[in-house]
């Protein structure tokens, strides 16, 4: 069970935008950045955003990061096939007294 | 351009103590800036941190590791190392070294997985 929760899956359609959702409680997202990343099958995961909404150099701005209160967002425009991916939020949690992960989100693109 | 490469055994008995090395290219392991972590993917996809080694040896572990978990640096080939204690089943998983500052984990390692099995 991943402190953080996200929706097991999302799809789209190619050109599309998708929005997937990461949530926590104030303990975590309540008061820490959110980062995010992508993982192919048998990859390792890949930095998209970090502090909420910050862009790795290297990473399209069709993918962007928001978090308001105990929730934290990542959006994808423009979906692409090669987006096809599990993408992962993490944050640090102050109870634990350690970073955190989501389940993670599986993204079809159909 | 960092790069970080995991080595160690792909099979450890129960009770055992799993030795993991990461191989890191690029920059070296004693440069103040990056902080040196592992991390653990389980079989059904989830991710846990296991703790992050920085400046001149400083640690830090996820307290749900209790006193299992150890960290080193070798500056002399430039690898940092993982010691996980009394290992049982529920350590199988691809363990994954990675970098970054404080607040981000970037790069990765391809990840190495490890069975604990008897």
């Known amino acids: 069970q991943s402190v953080l929760t996200q929706p097991p899956s999302a799809s789209g359609t190619p050109g599309q935008r998708v929005t997937m959702s990461c949530s926590g409680t104030?303990?975590?997202?309540?008061?820490?950045?959110v980062m995010w990343y992508q993982q192919v099958p048998r990859t390792a995961p890949r930095l998209l955003i970090h502090?909420?909404?910050q862009r790795p150099s290297g990473i399209p701005d069709r993918f962007s990061g928001s978090r308001s209160g105990t929730s934290a967002s990542l959006a994808i425009g423009g979906l692409e096939s090669d987006d096809e991916a599990e993408y992962f939020c993490?944050?640090?949690?102050?109870?634990?007294?350690?970073?955190?992960f989501g389940g993670g989100t599986k993204l079809t693109v159909v | 351009q960092v790069q970080l490469q995991e080595s160690g055994p792909g099979l450890v008995q129960p009770s055992q103590t799993l030795t993991l090395t990461c191989s890191v290219s690029?920059?070296?392991?004693?440069?103040?800036?990056?902080?040196w972590s592992w991390i653990r993917q389980f079989p059904g996809k989830g991710l846990e941190w296991i703790g992050y080694?920085?400046?001149?040896?400083?640690?830090y572990y996820n307290p749900s590791f209790s006193r299992r978990v150890s960290m080193s640096k070798d500056t002399s080939k430039n690898q940092f190392s993982l010691k996980l204690a009394s290992v049982t089943v529920a350590d199988t998983a691809i363990y994954f070294c990675?970098?970054?500052?404080?607040?981000?984990?970037?790069?990765w390692g391809q990840g190495t997985v490890v069975a604990v099995s008897s």
């Open positions: 990675a970098t970054g500052d404080s607040n981000w984990f970037d790069p």
């Open positions: 690029g920059v070296s392991v004693d440069d103040s800036l990056y902080y």
């Open positions: 080694i920085y400046d001149s040896g400083n640690t």
């Open positions: 104030t303990s975590n997202i309540g008061g820490n950045t």
């Open positions: 502090s909420d909404n």
């Open positions: 993490a944050t640090w949690d102050d109870s634990l007294k350690a970073w955190v």
